[in-house]
């Protein structure tokens, strides 16, 4: 896979995504990830790229020149599987959307940054428009950062385990089970019984039925979502 991310703070997606299984997934060739500064596109010659909005709303907000010089530059040297923005007011990533995003070739994000980006660009030039959650932050970088990190995982031969990820939480709708190790009591702290038990049967009924009873405590929403009211 290549992913390609249009940022005004290349340095601070380097630090995040240089390291452990997404470095690795770098180095075994599984992904190939550049960061293109926005700065690099801007035609002024103090390299700045936003300016106030019309309207007169406080902020400022990403000029629509730069971006759409960069994402039609990008463009003219492959095909987009999707041209991704990350932004508050958007569907919410989801493991659904993540293993769909797996199964692509080639991605290019934008990283919006002071108030928001020109809608124009939104308009004409993103295809897919994901949030992260219900706040607002400094920039995109940390969720363009957490999309990549979500999507990459899931490519074949990047985790250890291939299995590993087929049991994360919301593979199934449901979150996952408690995990134990070693040792199996810790302070008289045990691990269940049944997990020590190598009887697989028992095993994957308990945490069948783990799942559920978290799944009820913590996220009932998620029951809904698979048994909606009819």
């Known amino acids: 896979m290549r992913i390609d ?4 703070f290349p340095e601070q997606l380097e630090a995040v995504l240089s390291s452990s299984i997404l470095g690795r997934a770098q180095t075994s060739g599984h992904l190939q ?3 293109h500064n926005l700065r690099d596109y801007s035609e002024d010659k103090w390299g700045r790229v936003d ?3 019309y309207g007169g709303d406080a902020g400022m907000v990403l ?3 730069p971006v759409a010089k960069a994402i039609e530059s990008l463009q003219g040297e492959r095909a987009y599987d999707e041209v991704i923005f990350c932004t508050p007011d958007a569907e919410v990533l989801t493991q659904k959307r993540a293993n769909q995003l797996s ?3 080639n ?3 934008l990283c919006g940054h002071y108030k928001g980006i020109d809608q124009r660009i939104r308009d004409h030039f993103i295809t897919l428009e994901l949030s992260v959650g219900d706040y607002v932050l ?3 970088e940390l969720p ?3 999309v990549v990190d979500a999507t990459v995982r899931l490519l074949p031969g990047v985790l250890g385990d291939a299995e590993s990820a087929l049991s994360d939480s919301f593979q199934d709708g449901l979150l996952a089970p408690p995990l134990y190790t070693r040792p199996d009591n810790f302070r008289g702290w045990k691990v269940p019984e049944v997990l020590l038990s190598g009887h697989a049967a028992k095993i994957s009924q308990w945490q069948e039925e783990e799942a559920l009873r978290r799944t009820q405590t913590i996220r009932p929403d998620l029951l809904e979502k698979l048994n909606p009211t009819k």
């Open 5 to 8: 991310i249009i940022t005004l």
């Open 33 to 35: 990830l550049h960061l």
């Open 51 to 53: 300016d106030y909005p």
């Open 63 to 65: 000029r629509i020149e």
């Open 103 to 105: 199964l692509y070739q």
């Open 107 to 109: 991605l290019l994000f």
């Open 138 to 140: 400094t920039g995109g």
């Open 144 to 146: 363009v950062a957490t």
